[in-house]
């Protein structure tokens, strides 16, 4: 489908039933078959247009995720139509603590690991807002030129990365895992992907899931990005300085922003187990 066309078979509804929200979008069901990820007002139109592009060119490498539709507008505000793909996130099953945390940790690694070894040359770099967020990080200047250099020794790569990748990012259908929201896609160095991944699992949203499940799924995910990447690991724990930095320009929960502040205080580039 073009930008900006809605599909004939569902007209703008007259009430829009939100499913989700996010710091940068809500998420409406739209029609019987299709979702509306519609941005905040004064989101950037670029960055919507971006993301629109990185889906459909992630959906047409065949990674599981929901085809896009196209784009439209709402009472001035921007979305994209996804096709509808019913599930909890990973996240729900993680918090409700019925299904176990290491297969659940298994399918995480494994659709992530997929997405990693696809190749896209028209994705831009996967860190193309690391500086940018680094500069925005509420840290002295000496850290965010310590987390600058850090980030500049660092391989490119050429691999599709997610940027985002955490339980929130995955929808758990009765087919198979799948993999949302394509804001920070681009390509590049895997081990950024995984310290992405790792940082959010560790710090993000502490006390929602019980401490032991979440350690659990953690070392699980942890230990099976090790055997599939050997050697390559290591720069997991390179990157995590950086990656630490960026993450604190956008983080609102205070307990988070103090973990994070320990960790890059104390950070020596060695994997912290």
């Keep these: 489908m073009t930008s900006n066309t809605v599909p004939p078979s569902d007209s703008t509804p007259r009430v829009l039933r939100k499913l989700a929200d996010s710091r940068s979008a809500e998420i409406y069901a739209w029609g019987d078959h299709h979702v509306v990820k519609l941005f905040r007002l004064g989101f950037p139109r670029e960055a919507i247009d971006q993301e629109a592009q990185n889906a459909a060119m992630i959906h047409a490498l065949g990674v599981p995720t929901p085809r896009p539709e196209g784009q439209v507008e709402l009472k001035g ?24 945390a290491g297969p659940l940790a298994t399918a995480f690694f494994e659709l992530q690991y997929r997405l990693h070894q696809c190749r896209h040359p028209a994705l831009p770099a996967a860190t193309r807002t690391l500086e940018s967020a680094i500069l925005r990080a ?35 259908t009765p087919a198979r895992a799948m993999a949302l929201d394509w804001l920070d896609a681009g390509s590049g160095d895997p081990q950024f992907d995984i310290a ?12 929602r899931i019980a401490p032991d499940r979440r350690r659990e799924f953690t070392s699980a995910y942890e230990s099976l990005c090790r055997e599939a990447w050997r050697d390559e690991f290591e720069r997991a724990a390179r990157w995590r300085l950086p990656v630490a930095v960026a ?14 502040l320990q960790l890059i205080e104390s950070d020596s580039g060695a994997p912290d187990g």
């Excluded at 921007?78 to 176990?100: N, W």
């Excluded at 992405?196 to 006390?207: F, I, N, P």
């Excluded at 993450?247 to 994070?260: C, I, P, Y």
């Design 138 to 172: 509420r840290v002295p200047d000496a850290v965010k030129q310590r987390a600058l250099a850090a980030m500049q020794g660092m391989p490119g790569g050429q691999a599709v990365c997610h940027g985002d990748y955490h339980p929130l990012n995955v929808l758990w």
């Design 77 to 100: 505000r921007s979305g994209i139509l996804f096709e509808r793909c019913s599930g909890p996130t990973l996240y729900e099953l993680l918090q409700g603590g019925s299904a176990p």
């Design 196 to 207: 992405r991944s790792l940082l959010y699992l560790r710090y993000a949203r502490a006390g």
């Design 247 to 260: 993450r604190l320009s956008m983080v609102a929960d205070e307990a988070e922003h103090r973990a994070l």
